[in-house]
T-cell receptor, first 117, second 111 residues
Framework: GAVVSQHPSRVICKSGTSVKIECRSLDFQATTMFWYRQFPKKSLMLMATSNEGSKATYEQGVEKDKFLINHASLTLSTLTVTSAHPEDSSFYIC?????????????FGPGTRLTVT | DAKTTQPNSMESNEEEPVHLPCNHSTISGTDYIHWYRQLPSQGPEYVIHGLTSNVNNRMASLAIAEDRKSSTLILHRATLRDAAVYYCILKGANTGNQFYFGTGTSLTVIP
């Protein structure tokens, strides 16, 4: 199956700083990527959808100026958490969609655990 | 969003079959039924998906009710590695072809 990677796998940052998380589709081109966040013992919450070369579409309640998403190529999307605060500590998961066969299958990355101190 | 309802948790003995139910009474005709599972501190892993007919793959089987308002994921012989949270998700025009995760079922496999 298609492989999606994320880097870093875990990161600790100080409050007020920004942190960038990368999501790559390793063996396929993904015109659409998704970003989710997951709090402990909770389900995944869709944050935003990004299409290559265009602005991301954010879900209701997600601050676009705080969570900057860039999808500059068909294999890379980045999520930057700006001016991070402890409440931003979470598990961030990206997903990439394969559009080739009409069923729009999605493959998920392994996640990035962000801890803001 | 197209909603699914699953039991919060289930238990199974190792090497026995497991039937994980999912209700999706508001499913539309073009919604696919997807199942993913998530192990602790990992991203979701694809299990199976279907539209109308029952589906089998090397991981599991998916039984879809005739009216499509419910489905059941079947693990034929549970192993300890199958312990995970299983998510039943609808995807189609109603969801903008996006995945919206519900609460899922936490499966415990008892040795």
């Amino acid at each position: 199956g298609a492989v999606v990677s994320q880097h870093p796998s875990r990161v600790i940052c100080k409050s007020g700083t920004s942190v960038k998380i990368e999501c790559r589709s390793l063996d396929f081109q993904a015109t659409t990527m998704f970003w989710y966040r997951q709090f402990p013992k909770k389900s995944l919450m869709l944050m935003a959808t990004s299409n290559e070369g265009s602005k991301a579409t954010y879900e209701q309640g997600v601050e676009k100026d705080k969570f900057l998403i860039n999808h500059a190529s068909l294999t890379l999307s980045t999520l930057t958490v700006t001016s991070a605060h402890p409440e931003d500590s979470s598990f961030y998961i990206c997903s990439a969609r394969v559009n080739g066969d009409g069923t729009y299958e999605q493959y998920f990355g392994p996640g990035t655990r962000l801890t803001v101190t | 969003d197209a909603k699914t309802t699953q039991p919060n948790s289930m238990e199974s003995n190792e090497e026995e079959p497991v039937h994980l139910p999912c209700n999706h009474s508001t499913i539309s005709g073009t919604d696919y039924i997807h199942w993913y599972r998530q192990l602790p501190s990992q991203g979701p892993e694809y299990v199976i998906h279907g539209l109308t007919s029952n589906v089998n793959n090397r991981m599991a089987s998916l039984a879809i009710a005739e009216d499509r308002k419910s489905s059941t994921l079947i693990l034929h012989r549970a192993t300890l590695r199958d312990a995970a949270v299983y998510y039943c998700i609808l995807k189609g025009a109603n969801t903008g072809n996006q995945f919206y995760f519900g609460t899922g079922t936490s499966l415990t496999v008892i040795p």
